[in-house]
């Protein structure tokens, strides 16, 4: 289980740096497999260049090597994405995670391009990232089983186009060095009864113990206990998204007093009703956990 870090703010909006490195302690001490830094949970297109650079650093110097730290460097441009590979430090990084660009609604043969370009200007390892519910196009099963045959550095790809089919056609013919990683923790536990190896998760944030727990049982093959977890978290899983990512998950950190619930613009906090419902099986989870 990897974890899709947060980034927190302070009252003022600026980000909460202590914050940050409490919640990276929480994660390392409770079972995390590897940090997803600047992803969408992140809030990373709100962020400055410079905050960037700081999270990321902080990020890699915390960590001292514990666990390995997947970077997200996307972009819809293209060049870009290959001018960071080329020159930025990657010192502390052990792959990036790159997702199909956005906005500009590639064809299927100007995504695969544009993931040539990128897996030819670094032998950094490349996990590609799916989720048309963001990016407005779909990556293909054949695009991705063609861009995993081509090129050894496209490692894995964390797929979130909720589309169960796809990814079974994904796991069922891709080579044996390429993994296929959840995007999307509702469905972690039937995509890895398929073959999946893992998650990039969302709820980790706030349950890296449990959430973990139940992934390494499932790729055990415990599916009995698995699925007890899985289904204990299945009304948050809900809940997390109704108001956008990362609200959710925002909320229910600052209920458990570890960040301030706040988000950057065109971000808002969860609705009350939500944060009220959130709270409700937070209490009920205490219990259950």
Not at 19 to 27: D, F, G, K, S, T
Not at 97 to 122: M, R, T, W
Not at 192 to 217: D, H, K, Q, W
């Amino acid at each position: 289980m990897g974890v899709a870090l947060i980034t927190p703010f302070n009252e003022d909006g600026s980000v909460d740096y202590d914050a940050l490195v409490r919640l990276v302690e929480y994660q390392v001490q409770n079972g995390t497999d590897f940090l997803c830094v600047l992803g969408t949970t992140a809030e990373t297109p709100t962020l400055t260049v410079e905050e960037k650079k700081k999270i990321k650093n902080i990020v890699i110097e915390r960590v001292n090597g514990r666990v390995p730290i997947l970077l997200g460097i996307s972009s819809n441009c293209t060049q870009t994405v290959v001018d960071t590979l080329r020159n930025d430090d990657f010192t502390g990084v052990d792959a990036v995670l790159v997702a199909v660009p956005y906005y500009n609604k590639p064809s299927q043969e100007g995504i695969y391009q544009h993931y040539k370009a990128i897996a030819e200007a670094s032998k950094l390892p490349v996990v590609l990232y799916n989720v048309p519910g963001r990016t407005g196009v779909n990556m293909t099963a054949s695009t991705t089983l063609r861009l995993a045959r081509d090129f050894d550095n496209i490692v894995a790809i964390k797929e979130a186009s909720g589309d169960i089919t796809q990814m079974d056609d994904i796991i069922k013919n891709k080579p044996e060095n390429f993994d296929v990683i959840s995007g999307d923790d509702g469905i972690t536990f039937p995509l890895i009864t398929l073959g999946a190896v893992g998650v990039i998760s969302v709820i980790g944030n706030a349950f890296p113990r449990e959430f973990s727990r139940m992934t390494r049982l499932a790729l055990a093959g415990d599916y009995a206990n698995a699925l007890t977890i899985h289904h204990k978290f299945t009304e948050l899983f809900k809940l997390l998204f109704v108001d956008g990512n990362p609200a959710g998950v925002k909320a229910m950190l600052n209920m458990m007093g570890m960040i301030k619930n706040r988000l950057r613009l065109p971000l808002v906090p969860t609705r009350i009703t939500t944060f009220e419902e959130m709270r409700r099986i937070l209490e009920e989870l205490k219990v259950k956990l």
